[in-house]
């Protein structure tokens, strides 16, 4: 991503404490693309979620997404679109993990950055892989994660949600299960903002072209008046199973191997770093820390 006048870090964060809407504004000033756009959005707000984290009111709105998870049979379960991990550590706090695998990712290395100390502070012991990337190819095998969730992951992600669910499908092995906005639900005014904001449109239908296997739940609490949320549950329950690697993103065959900071193909040599134990697969990465 090639740094202009508008997409300056210290410039951004003074429209963010300003109350200017980043993704509209980045929207209207650059060509940047929708991830670089979301990236950038969520980089400059780095730490807000963990400031206004409410573990009851979080718990409260992911009831019933942690009800699904203990309903079923896991060895292995992925958040994506983890953030600072609030929602995470809300999960994980209310869901059955010895000698389980969880994964979080996120576009932002920052936030994972932050939501790491801040899941340290819980002192939580589990089993844990982060990574960020910032490609809508996710660098994992086929049916490798028994469950997948989301939390308002998919929202802002209007023109690649498709890509992205199928993504998610790919690589769930057992259930992917989707806390995000759904269009159908509230007036005029908030389908109204839905298209203002560029979120996502019609996920059922999306969902329809992978699967029909699927239920939709209404939320018995959502934490946002204004943005209506269904939960989303697709059952896969695949014959198939891969164990979990890290590959590399441009090609799935290719399984990566691990020195004590990084990660490299013996394929074409190509390096991701760990950094504090997070896997960077970014490219073109500018961090705002």
Known sequence: MKLTYHTNIDFLKKLYLNKTNINQYLRKKTNLSEIEIIKLSYDIQSGSYIKNYNYFKSKKILSQVIKEINSTNYKSLMDFGCGELTNFYTLIDNIKTKNKLFVAYDLSFSRILIGKNFLKKKNKKIQLKLFSNNSIKIPLPNNSIDVVTSCYALEPNKNNAYKILKELWRISKKKLILLEPNNKLGDELIKKRFKENNYILNLEKK????????????????????????????????????????????????????????????????????????????KNEVYAL
């Not at 739940?217 to 549950?233: D, K, R, T, V």
């Open 207 to 282: 969902i329809k072209k992978i699967t029909s296997r699927y239920k939709i739940i209404n939320c018995e609490f959502n934490g946002n008046s204004s943005n209506p949320a269904s939960i989303y549950i697709l059952e896969k329950n695949s014959n198939k199973s891969n164990k979990f690697n890290f590959l590399n993103p441009e090609n799935n065959n290719d399984i990566l191997k691990k020195k004590l900071n990084f990660y490299y193909s013996e394929k074409t040599g190509q390096i991701f770093p760990i950094v504090d134990d997070i896997v960077i697969f970014n």
